[in-house]
């Protein structure tokens, strides 16, 4: 039997995309990464614990995720993402919502198309949590946090045409 292979993955091999055109009929997929310094998820898991007298110690059971993911970046004029979440400062309500897709460039579909990777889609919330800072002698900078809404999509994301679907690709 060959023994299987470890490899670490790289930051480079998840990607995250934003829907920067939301109120359109077409989704319009930018890649978040022009100057982030750090996407951060976190599953904020919902647990429920039960602690029966027939029992030491309590019993936990995981109820549900509240999926974010924090955003540290610098402000990149001119980068579709970077400038559509700094558009969003102060904006509220339906201004804020859109759709993150998660891709998982670590397997590749299993046809003969080569660009189309694992992924997840969300409906999403975003808040700006610091529009920009100043600084002497720095770049301004910029934080916000990408709140899901509901369970993710699971589907396929073609890096090539950024089109996600939900069945995987066939080859040409």
């Known amino acids: 039997m060959p023994e299987s292979t470890i490899t670490v993955p790289k930051n480079t091999e998840i990607h995250l995309f934003v829907n920067t055109t939301p109120?359109?009929?077409?989704?319009?997929?930018?890649?978040?990464?022009?100057?982030?310094?750090a996407a951060t998820p976190s599953n904020s898991p919902t647990v429920q614990t039960q602690h029966y007298i027939d029992a030491a110690s309590p019993t936990h059971s995981?109820?549900?995720?509240e999926k974010t993911f924090a955003i540290t970046a610098e402000r990149y004029?001119?980068?579709?993402?970077?400038?559509?979440?700094?558009?969003?400062?102060?904006?509220?309500?339906?201004?804020?919502?859109?759709?993150?897709?998660?891709?998982?460039?670590?397997?590749?579909?299993s046809?003969?198309?080569?660009?189309?990777?694992?992924?997840?889609?969300?409906?999403?919330?975003?808040?700006v949590d610091q529009p920009f800072?100043?600084?002497?002698?720095?770049t301004?900078?910029?934080?916000?946090?990408?709140?899901?809404?509901?369970?993710?999509?699971?589907?396929?994301?073609?890096?090539?045409?950024k089109a996600f679907t939900e069945t995987e690709p066939s080859a040409p």
């Open 77 to 109: 004029v001119g980068d579709e993402a970077n400038d559509y979440f700094a558009e969003l400062d102060d904006k509220t309500g339906d201004d804020v919502k859109t759709q993150i897709v998660v891709v998982y460039l670590t397997k590749a579909a």
């Open 62 to 65: 995981v109820t549900g995720l």
């Open 133 to 138: 800072s100043v600084e002497g002698g720095a």
């Open 111 to 127: 046809t003969q198309v080569t660009t189309a990777y694992p992924a997840k889609k969300y409906e999403a919330t975003i808040g």
């Open 23 to 37: 109120q359109e009929e077409t989704e319009k997929w930018s890649r978040i990464g022009k100057g982030v310094t």
């Open 140 to 161: 301004q900078a910029m934080s916000l946090t990408i709140y899901t809404d509901g369970d993710p999509v699971e589907g396929w994301f073609d890096t090539a045409t």
